[in-house]
């Protein structure tokens, strides 16, 4: 049996919806909307949270249902995460909040690899070619070396983690370290092993000498999606021959995350600006 559609929502307004790609908004008697979310089919979609138990209560919130067609699903994907983080939707966390990043970068100028972790502050994270790993705070990136040595019998006193005393590290007492720390292992060899456990926690930089447009095209419709450093700069749509820009910020660990296996695998048609 299908679930009661809430009151405050006119049904008609839910027979208007598309079945297309795009971004629709749950909006109730606030300023900001309730949620913000994506599909391939908006119709489907949108009738999915009507349904679910659990969404209950944010449904009967929800007065009006407004949407944003896209003419492919990376453009719903891109546009979504752009605008949770512009209106800030009382339902959305995961993708509300827009943190400052840590990374753990190698130093390689001397003879041995030292990890230190650098700020997207200080650190233009989609240039750089040493970077590993993208974490929320400096304790994250601290806990994944941490996790690291155990598993690649790494030094946690070359790893900045902790000192080194005359004995060598903690690590080595627990014969975790295979002793790299007091010369009984190669340093070479240490630091390989850490070259190989930060691998595929790699992040990718930016393949591209500028800015590309990632291009979708749907029944004779046309938008061409700008991005530059892993930014979404805006779009470009054929049906108002227009270019809607977006606020300049830092680098977007979720736009990222959409953003570089496509890329990367030149899954997308892709033109240089």
Request: aromatic letters at 6%; glycine letters at 8%.
């Amino acid at each position: 049996m299908q679930a009661p559609v809430s009151r405050s929502i006119d049904t008609a307004m839910l027979e208007g919806l598309p079945r297309r790609s795009g971004v629709y908004f749950f909006w109730g008697s606030g300023t900001l909307p309730l949620y913000i979310g994506k599909s391939v089919d908006i119709r489907s979609r949108v009738l999915s949270h009507i349904r679910a138990e659990d969404e209950a209560e944010m449904m009967a919130q929800t007065q009006r249902i407004d949407f944003i067609e896209t003419a492919g699903e990376m453009g719903a994907l891109l546009l979504e995460a752009h605008l949770i983080k512009k209106l800030c939707p009382l339902y959305n966390i995961r993708l509300r909040r827009q943190k400052t990043l840590c990374s753990i970068r190698l130093d390689e100028s001397g003879s041995v690899l030292i990890p230190e972790i650098v700020s997207g502050h200080d650190t233009e994270i989609a240039g750089a070619d040493n970077l590993y790993g993208l974490f929320g705070s400096v304790h994250a990136a601290k806990e994944k070396l941490r996790e690291l040595a155990q598993q690649h019998r790494l030094c946690m006193g070359l790893l900045g983690l902790e000192k080194i005393s005359r004995r060598g590290c903690f690590g080595l007492q627990l014969k975790t370290c295979l002793g790299a720390c007091v010369g009984k292992e190669d340093r070479s060899a240490h630091d390989q092993r850490l070259r190989s456990a930060l691998q595929d926690h790699k992040v990718q930089a930016w393949p591209y000498a500028g800015a590309v447009d990632l291009v979708e095209q749907t029944d004779g419709w046309t938008q061409r999606h700008r991005i530059q450093g892993w930014r979404f700069l805006g779009t470009w749509c054929s049906k108002t021959n227009t270019f809607t820009a977006h606020e300049r910020h830092g680098f977007d660990l979720d736009t990222y995350k959409i953003l570089v296996r496509p890329i990367l695998l030149g899954t997308l048609k892709i033109e240089p600006v």
